[in-house]
């Protein structure tokens, strides 16, 4: 007998209770935040979905490693265990642990690209783009076409466009394209994985032109999953055999620890070349601190050794992915449509088709987000033209490419009763569509508005 209920593949052993709250408690808090998620206390948040990073939850292994962390301050034994299971794991000779994802970015272009060079990614995370261009660079972004269609069913949608890549190395030239980077899985792309044969030949092209390919790997146990589960040939591997080969396709890596090193806080480098690896300790010295803890403790560094070997279990991997596609099949069901198909770690609901009578200058996935807050409690984030409009010259933002809410899911935190309950809610604001509302904004600051920007729904001004 094959049970088709896929079970959360762990048990509790430590609870943390939610707080219930009824519509008027959480319009009075929504209203008191300036119609802005971000600006809620999360105690006022009955399933908070705005991010799967850094709000995951921690194995009792991983809570006993935290037991025997060394806190030496230089040559700790648990950086030697850290770095023999990155070692072990990617087969990058040097490892160099970092604060979190985006320190490791930042040591790795302040010592490798330079002002007018070009970087090549399939999809830039927005910290990974900006540390690039605080290099005074461009980082290009050259996702493969069926990247754009978000109905399409493509198994393989963060694939990088090859032959785009290597029409970039032919007119810009090697000598300024100081590394080509894949983003697995493509976070800003909808966390839809990169497939192996698009990475070895991604890997070919880098060789050819003999530039550095490195991975941004915060999800690369994800992506591993996805390429077990649809890649021709590859059914029959372990996810640990796929990502150990991930890993070695490139020459280093990027990793934020706080995705698939199921860790609240980390992140590292890691790299073969000991000329870039000295220079990178050097300027980690300068503002993380000793390589052997990089910004972390000790008992940081062996949670997350545990963490990076826990991730690839299959049990959950397949646990994981399957509730994200869970999720969207809910929301699909309920009538709202999602980009297709669901995810790694998050599902995207699409505003723009479920609000057609909202226009982007009046934030549709912002109504979106705002109204599943206010009808259960559930907390996720807007990806539209709240985040990325521009306003332009007749007073109203240019619109965003796509009215998106992001529900990102924390690993192993909620169940599947969760889950149907935010299905529930998704279908009990579907009902309602047609009445939901626009907002305005009122106050933005000139950088990043969506974090701090405050609201006003239209319907209490018209
Ligand atoms: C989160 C993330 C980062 C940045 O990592 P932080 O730990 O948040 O600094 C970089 N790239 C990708 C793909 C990410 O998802």
């Not at 850290?82 to 642990?97: K, M, N, Q, S």
């Not at 461009?138 to 076409?145: H, K, N």
């Not at 980390?266 to 052997?292: H, K, Q, S, V, Y």
């Given at each position: 007998?094959?049970?088709?209920?896929?079970?959360?593949?762990?048990?509790?052993?430590?609870?943390?209770?939610?707080?219930?709250?009824?519509?008027?408690?959480?319009?009075?808090?929504?209203?008191?935040?300036?119609?802005?998620?971000?600006?809620?206390?999360?105690?006022?948040?009955?399933?908070?979905?705005?991010?799967?990073?850094?709000?995951?939850?921690?194995?009792?292994?991983?809570?006993?490693?935290?037991?025997?962390?060394?806190?030496?301050?230089?040559?700790?034994?648990?950086?030697?265990?850290?770095?023999?299971?990155?070692?072990?794991?990617?087969?990058?000779?040097?490892?160099?642990?970092?604060?979190?994802?985006r320190a490791a970015e930042r040591i790795l272009f302040s010592e490798t690209v330079r002002t007018g060079d070009v970087v090549p990614n399939?999809?830039h995370f927005?910290t990974t783009r900006a540390n690039v261009e605080y290099q005074q660079a461009e980082a290009r972004d050259?996702?493969?076409?069926?990247?754009?269609?978000?109905?399409?069913?493509?198994?393989?949608?963060?694939?990088?466009?090859?032959?785009?890549?290597?029409?970039t190395l032919?007119?810009v030239g090697r000598e300024h394209v100081p590394l080509v980077m894949v983003t697995?899985?493509?976070?800003?792309?909808?966390?839809?994985?990169?497939?192996?044969?698009?990475?070895?030949?991604?890997?070919?092209?880098c060789?050819?032109h003999?530039v550095p390919l490195f991975l941004d790997?915060?999800?690369?146990?994800?992506?591993?999953?996805?390429?077990?589960?649809?890649?021709?040939?590859?059914?029959?591997?372990?996810?640990?055999?796929?990502?150990?080969?991930?890993?070695?396709?490139?020459d280093g890596c990027t990793?934020?620890?706080?995705?698939?090193?199921?860790?609240?806080?980390?992140?590292?480098l890691?790299m073969?070349d000991?000329d870039l690896?000295?220079r990178c300790?050097?300027l980690?010295?300068?503002?993380?601190?000793?390589?052997?803890?990089?910004?972390?403790?000790?008992?940081?560094?062996?949670?997350?050794?545990?963490?990076?070997?826990?991730?690839?279990?299959?049990?959950?991997?397949?646990?994981?992915?399957?509730?994200?596609?869970?999720?969207?099949?809910?929301?699909?069901?309920?009538?709202?449509?999602?980009?297709?198909?669901?995810?790694?770690?998050?599902?995207?609901?699409?505003?723009?088709?479920?609000?057609?009578?909202?226009?982007?200058?009046?934030?549709?996935?912002?109504?979106?987000?705002?109204?599943?807050?206010?009808?259960?409690?559930?907390?996720?984030?807007?990806?539209?033209?709240?985040?990325?409009?521009?306003?332009?010259?007749?007073?109203?933002?240019?619109?965003?490419?796509?009215?998106?809410?992001?529900?990102?899911?924390?690993?192993?935190?909620?169940?599947?009763?969760?889950?149907?309950?935010?299905?529930?809610?998704?279908?009990?604001?579907?009902?309602?569509?047609?009445?939901?509302?626009?907002?305005?904004?009122?106050?933005?600051?000139?950088?990043?508005?969506?974090?701090?920007?405050?609201?006003?729904?239209?319907?209490?001004?018209?």
């Amino acid at each position: 007998m094959v049970y088709r209920t896929i079970i959360e593949p762990f048990r509790i052993k430590s609870v943390e209770p939610l707080r219930f709250s009824t519509r008027s408690d959480r319009e009075r808090a929504l209203a008191s935040a300036g119609w802005n998620l971000f600006g809620l206390q999360a105690e006022d948040v009955l399933i908070d979905l705005l991010t799967d990073s850094g709000t995951g939850a921690m194995s009792s292994e991983q809570w006993a490693a935290v037991m025997r962390g060394d806190e030496s301050y230089a040559g700790s034994a648990s950086f030697e265990r850290f770095e023999a299971t990155v070692r072990d794991l990617t087969g990058y000779a040097y490892v160099i642990p970092t604060h979190q994802g985006r320190a490791a970015e930042r040591i790795l272009f302040s010592e490798t690209v330079r002002t007018g060079d070009v970087v090549p990614n399939n999809t830039h995370f927005d910290t990974t783009r900006a540390n690039v261009e605080y290099q005074q660079a461009e980082a290009r972004d050259l996702p493969c076409r069926e990247a754009a269609d978000l109905d399409s069913e493509a198994p393989f949608k963060g694939d990088l466009d090859v032959e785009a890549l290597q029409r970039t190395l032919d007119e810009v030239g090697r000598e300024h394209v100081p590394l080509v980077m894949v983003t697995i899985t493509n976070n800003s792309g909808g966390g839809q994985p990169v497939s192996l044969a698009n990475l070895r030949a991604v890997r070919a092209v880098c060789d050819e032109h003999e530039v550095p390919l490195f991975l941004d790997a915060a999800r690369f146990a994800e992506n591993a999953w996805f390429i077990v589960d649809r890649e021709p040939g590859q059914h029959d591997r372990s996810p640990r055999a796929v990502a150990e080969e991930l890993f070695r396709l490139a020459d280093g890596c990027t990793l934020s620890l706080k995705k698939d090193g199921l860790g609240n806080i980390g992140g590292l480098l890691a790299m073969n070349d000991p000329d870039l690896a000295e220079r990178c300790r050097n300027l980690l010295i300068l503002t993380e601190g000793f390589p052997t803890y990089g910004g972390l403790a000790g008992r940081d560094l062996d949670a997350l050794a545990q963490g990076l070997i826990e991730v690839t279990d299959p049990a959950y991997l397949r646990y994981r992915i399957r509730t994200a596609a869970y999720l969207a099949e809910r929301a699909q069901e309920a009538g709202v449509p999602t980009v297709r198909p669901a995810g790694g770690h998050a599902v995207y609901l699409d505003a723009k088709r479920l609000l057609p009578h909202i226009p982007p200058h009046e934030y549709p996935a912002q109504a979106l987000a705002c109204e599943l807050y206010l009808e259960g409690g559930v907390r996720g984030v807007e990806i539209g033209t709240l985040m990325f409009g521009r306003a332009g010259v007749d007073g109203h933002d240019s619109p965003a490419p796509h009215e998106l809410v992001r529900l990102a899911l924390p690993r192993r935190v909620y169940t599947q009763s969760h889950v149907d309950y935010v299905g529930e809610v998704i279908a009990g604001v579907r009902a309602r569509a047609d009445a939901l509302r626009g907002y305005r904004i009122v106050e933005q600051p000139r950088w990043l508005r969506h974090f701090t920007a405050r609201l006003e729904p239209l319907s209490a001004t018209t």
